[in-house]
Antibody, heavy 120, light 107 residues
Framework: EVQLVESGGGLVQPGGSLRLSCAAS????????MNWVRQAPGKGLEWVSY????????YYADSVKGRFTISRDNAKNSLYLQMNSLRAEDTAVYYC?????????????WGQGTLVTVSS | AIRMTQSPSSFSASTGDRVTITCRAS??????LAWYQQKPGKAPKLLIY???TLQSGVPSRFSGSGSGTDFTLTISCLQSEDFATYYC?????????FGPGTKVDIK
């Protein structure tokens, strides 16, 4: 069974940093591209970042470029999101999402999400 | 970035109704469109990809159509478990974008 479990969320002050993790199981993690998608409270979905299976290709939404860094460790079946210079508008539930096999661009499995709250 | 719009933003329907949600892209995206269902407090669930291909395990009352800029999601006979918010997503460009969502609630 495919499982994605996010962790690392919490309350952080504006300008602070946080590192999210996503632990993957039930599939060959190293064969799949991965993404982070976020959802502000009561709002819609916003794609945040993409990383290819080998980490050779990475993309970011303009809203987080230069502040967030996506990475992965295929030996540990884990995906990460390092978030720096956090702003109030970064407050959201952050989901990790698997790209369907073959780097399709749509997301066939999602984690349960981890809440990040940026507030003083 | 490719902008996605959806209509309506919300509506009320009854069990057994046939419902249609529309999604429009700001530029042509061929058939690179997915639909997701999200219930409160839960992660989104993939329903349809490639505009009209049903994801494994999704009931056949869900269907999708369209290409280019205009797409539709149809639920042929609404069930109680279908009351949720629905999002479209384009993957024509790697800067993936979602529509704002359509909330379907009980009349």
């Amino acid at each position: 069974e495919v499982q994605l479990v996010e962790s690392g969320g919490g309350l952080v002050q504006p300008g602070g940093s946080l590192r999210l993790s996503c632990a993957a199981s039930g599939f060959t993690f190293s064969s799949y591209s991965m993404n982070w998608v976020r959802q502000a409270p009561g709002k819609g979905l916003e794609w945040v970042s993409y990383i290819s299976s080998s980490s050779s290709t990475i993309y970011y939404a303009d809203s987080v470029k230069g502040r967030f860094t996506i990475s992965r460790d295929n030996a540990k079946n884990s995906l990460y999101l390092q978030m720096n210079s956090l702003r109030a508008e970064d407050t959201a539930v952050y989901y990790c999402a698997r790209d369907d096999y073959g780097d399709q661009g749509y997301f066939d499995y999602w984690g349960q999400g981890t809440l990040v709250t940026v507030s003083s | 970035a490719i902008r996605m719009t959806q209509s309506p933003s919300s509506f009320s329907a009854s069990t057994g109704d046939r419902v249609t949600i529309t999604c429009r892209a700001s530029q042509g995206i061929s058939s690179y469109l997915a639909w997701y269902q999200q219930k409160p407090g839960k992660a989104p669930k993939l329903l349809i990809y490639a505009a009209s291909t049903l994801q494994s395990g999704v009931p056949s009352r869900f269907s999708g159509s369209g290409s280019g800029t205009d797409f539709t999601l149809t639920i042929s006979c609404l069930q109680s478990e279908d009351f949720a918010t629905y999002y479209c997503q384009q993957y024509y460009s790697y800067f993936f974008t979602f529509g704002p969502g359509t909330k379907v609630d009980i009349k």
